[in-house]
């Protein structure tokens, strides 16, 4: 069974980066799939950020692509996220979650790990 | 991409059925048959109900159905449990930067 885990820091400061990990256990990133990062401020709706594919190709969400950064860790099985200059309008469940190749829904999610931008 | 738009909320009496609509553009619901659906209950991870507009995962029940009519996408909850309360997301992909946008959700009562 796939099982995704997100983990990172629960409280960044404002303006400074936010970095998350997801560690991916029943597959491998670099098993022709894409490995997206999902958000959902408290309250809000679902918002994509983008997906990384196991050979390197990158989506972002073009309203957050200049902040964003995502990048694969093939010897951990884990996908990363980097959000940079964050303010409390990025505070929010992070959800990391899996696409198959040339599908379009998300098939696994992790469970979602809070991050509260605050000083 | 602008988010795509669905009434805030919706109810039934058990045994019921409701209907959540999804609105987008030609841009994304109704350019490609890649609608899906997402239920999600208090404190828990989205999971995925329907997807590519009709289909439904293998565990998801029958009760469930997705259907589109140019740019509104619907999801139907036959026969309404007390276990179907929760919040409903539609999803489509977006052509331009191979986007994925959500709806901003359905809160789904049952009374």
């Known amino acids: 069974q796939v099982q995704l885990q997100e983990s990172g820091p629960g409280l960044v400061k404002p303006l400074d980066t936010l970095s998350l990990t997801c560690a991916v256990s029943?597959?491998?990133?670099?098993?022709?799939?894409?490995w997206a990062w999902i958000r959902q401020p408290p309250g809000k709706g679902l918002e994509w950020i983008g997906y990384?594919?196991?050979?390197?190709?990158?989506h972002y969400n073009p309203s957050l692509e200049s902040r964003v950064t995502m990048s694969l860790d093939t010897s951990n099985n884990q996908v990363s996220l980097r959000l940079t200059s964050v303010t409390a309008v990025d505070t929010a469940v992070y959800y990391c979650?899996?696409?198959?190749?040339?599908?379009?829904?998300?098939?696994?999610w992790g469970q979602g790990t809070l991050v509260t931008v605050s000083s | 991409q602008s988010a795509l738009t669905q009434p805030p909320s919706a109810s039934g009496s058990p045994g019921q059925s409701v209907i959540i609509s999804c609105t987008g553009t030609?841009?994304?619901?109704?350019?490609?048959?890649?609608v899906s659906w997402y239920q999600q209950h208090p404190g828990k991870a989205p999971k995925l109900m329907i997807y590519?507009?009709?289909k439904r995962p293998s565990g998801v029940p029958d009760r469930f159905s997705g259907s589109k009519s140019g740019n509104t996408a619907s999801l139907t909850v036959s026969g309404l449990q007390a276990e179907d309360e929760a919040d409903y997301y539609c999803?489509?992909?977006?052509?331009?930067?191979?986007?994925?946008?959500f709806g901003g959700g359905t809160k789904v009562t049952v009374l």
């Open positions: 979650a899996r696409k198959l190749d040339s599908k379009t829904y998300f098939d696994f």
């Open positions: 030609i841009s994304d619901v109704g350019g490609y048959n890649y």
């Open positions: 999803s489509s992909y977006g052509g331009n930067h191979n986007q994925v946008v």
């Open positions: 590519e507009v009709t």
């Open positions: 990384v594919y196991s050979f390197g190709t990158i």
């Open positions: 029943g597959d491998s990133v670099t098993s022709s799939k894409w």
